[in-house]
């Protein structure tokens, strides 16, 4: 069967889902024998960087299902899960939803007195994790019992599987965890429908180019991660799934495995050109996607001028230099990015654009009292989806307080203009009220700086009220060429609202281990603001 032919077959299925992409294509016998997904990590035997079938991985899948069920785990039972690479992240995602159970997904890189403490809020029938992870939590009491070591699931018998588990639209399929810039991270839940609905409306359009061979630089544990596993196994390419998204790691992959697409974080691009990409072969690289955070427009350039793309010329199809940059934003709650926009050499759109919304997306800006507002006026996004979560488990006041007229409101302060593109301003919880009709926007403002100062490679926005007043502390991340005793200020006041201007207090170039992160790499504004706090006033 074509591609064309298998994209169609699952778009207009409504019984397909998140939970059950792989069982429908091996009971159909679709594409048994043709490569999908990649690890970057030895996995049930099978080598690293080598792709596994769909045929193989249903087998691996199947294995770890058998062992899981031995444990008495099936269906609507909550499992905590913490695996050190994406393959167990992804093999045992698949084997949890193939019993019809709940797969409750960990960043391995989460402080591990969180974890513990998330853990204890999910009140899962169990952990599944790697010994040594285990014990590090076990001082910390996570409050269930550790069922078996994740890496060794794969045992399990593959004949002695049960049958699929029959999922309908509204089950819960899967609960991953916000980002934690504030704390704890939330639980999110995700329906078999949900998490599968914007794949399904993309695979009812024409297949973009360079999808065909995408590597993921996304967490594998969150909920981009899964989309782009079931992507991967619907879309008629292959995946590469890295384990750790280091800026690093993700050019030596590019190097070795070609992609045709990249998909990461906001946090991810300027990881990347930390380094001087003209050391790197990034020929083959047509697409940079991006989701969660939108990206910079400073990052954004040097990325699409990078890479090359087929063009239509008179000619015929030529590969022609240059990359686009497809932008947006997304959350564990949106379920997928609900905007995007393209950005390519000769576009010029910018100053935090999101883009339009998705077909499948309807968006507002709405006021404190959740009435919408006109075009150029800033509030709070709302949106309403098929993509969006149930909620947050075990925790339902905060579920029905993120939502109003049937929108959920995503905690993001934005306009749209008189065309119907919408601009991202800041997060609502990193604003600042100036008063008299002003507001400091961290994000806007850091896009601002960037923009003004070309050596400057990431830069953060710190604001806290000192008393009455509020001061402005700007840490810069510089190039590696650049001198970091040259004093920026006035560089960086020039940049900025002349109101925000004259809040500034300090500006620091600081080294990378100064910004504390959360494990998706966005950075961690209220534990800043604490630590700000404590700074006297010169």
């Not at 593959?158 to 991270?185: K, M, Q, W």
């Not at 799934?241 to 050019?251: D, H």
């Not at 686009?324 to 393209?342: A, C, L």
């Not at 905690?411 to 002003?438: M, N």
Request: glycine share 10%; proline share 6%; hydrophobic share 40%.
């Amino acid at each position: 069967m074509s591609v064309k032919g298998i994209r169609a077959q699952l778009a207009t299925d409504p019984d397909v889902g998140a939970g059950n992409v792989l069982a429908t294509l091996v009971a159909r016998g679709i594409g048994l024998d043709e490569p999908r997904l990649t690890f970057d990590t030895d996995v049930d035997g099978f080598p690293a960087w080598e792709p596994l079938t769909i045929r193989q991985i249903d087998q691996r899948v199947r294995a770890r299902a058998a062992a899981l069920h031995g444990l008495g785990i099936g269906m609507r039972d909550p499992v905590a899960v913490c695996a050190p690479t994406a393959a167990d992240t992804a093999l045992t995602f698949l084997a949890l939803t193939y019993l019809g159970a709940i797969p409750a997904l960990i960043n391995p890189f989460l402080n591990i007195e969180l974890m513990a403490e998330y853990i204890r809020r999910l009140d899962a029938v169990g952990l599944i994790t790697d010994t040594a992870r285990a014990r590090e939590l076990e001082p910390h009491d996570p409050g269930i019992p550790f069922l078996a070591d994740v890496t060794g699931l794969g045992g399990g018998d593959p004949a002695a599987a049960p049958e699929p588990y029959r999922y309908f639209a509204t089950d819960p399929v899967a609960i991953t965890h916000s980002s934690g810039t504030t704390g704890l991270p939330k639980a999110v839940v995700h329906s078999h429908a949900s998490l599968f609905a914007a794949i399904r409306y993309r695979l009812t359009l024409p297949r973009p180019q360079g999808v065909d061979r995408m590597l993921s630089a996304m967490p594998a544990p969150h909920a981009a991660g899964l989309i782009v596993v079931n992507l991967g196994l619907s879309n008629g390419g292959q995946v590469l799934m890295l384990s750790r998204q280091t800026g690093p790691g993700v050019l030596q992959a590019i190097e070795r495995w070609r992609p045709h697409s990249v998909i990461g974080f906001s946090a991810t691009w300027p990881d990347l050109v930390k380094a001087d990409l003209a050391r790197h072969d990034l020929s083959s690289v047509a697409l940079w996607w991006n989701t969660g955070d939108c990206a910079h427009e400073a990052h954004i350039r040097r990325l699409i001028a990078c890479g090359s793309r087929e063009s239509v010329t008179s000619q015929g199809r030529v590969r022609t230099p240059g990359s686009v940059f497809v932008d947006g934003i997304g959350s564990s709650e949106m379920g997928h990015s609900h905007f995007f926009i393209q950005h390519s050499a000769d576009s010029n759109r910018y100053g935090r654009c999101i883009g339009r919304p998705h077909g499948f997306a309807e968006t507002v800006v709405l006021g404190p009292d959740g009435a919408e507002l006109p075009p150029g006026e800033v509030g709070e996004l709302g949106t309403k989806s098929p993509t969006l979560s149930l909620g947050y488990w075990n925790d339902s006041a905060r579920t029905y307080r993120t939502r109003i007229r049937g929108y959920f409101l995503t905690g993001d302060l934005v306009y749209r203009d008189a065309e119907g593109y919408f601009y991202h301003l800041d997060r609502k919880a990193d604003s600042v009220d100036l008063g008299g009709g002003a507001h400091l926007y961290t994000a806007a403002s850091e896009e601002r700086i960037l923009a003004a100062c070309p050596d400057v490679l990431d830069c953060t926005v710190v604001a806290v009220r000192d008393g009455e007043r509020v001061v402005t502390d700007v840490l810069l991340q510089l190039e590696a060429a650049a001198d970091p005793a040259q004093d920026r200020t006035e560089q960086v006041r020039a940049a900025l609202d002349e109101a925000v201007a004259a809040t500034l207090r300090q500006v620091l170039a600081v080294d990378d281990d100064n910004i504390p992160l959360t494990p998706t790499g966005k950075v961690r504004k209220f534990v800043l603001r604490q630590r700000h706090l404590e700074v006297t006033a010169p």
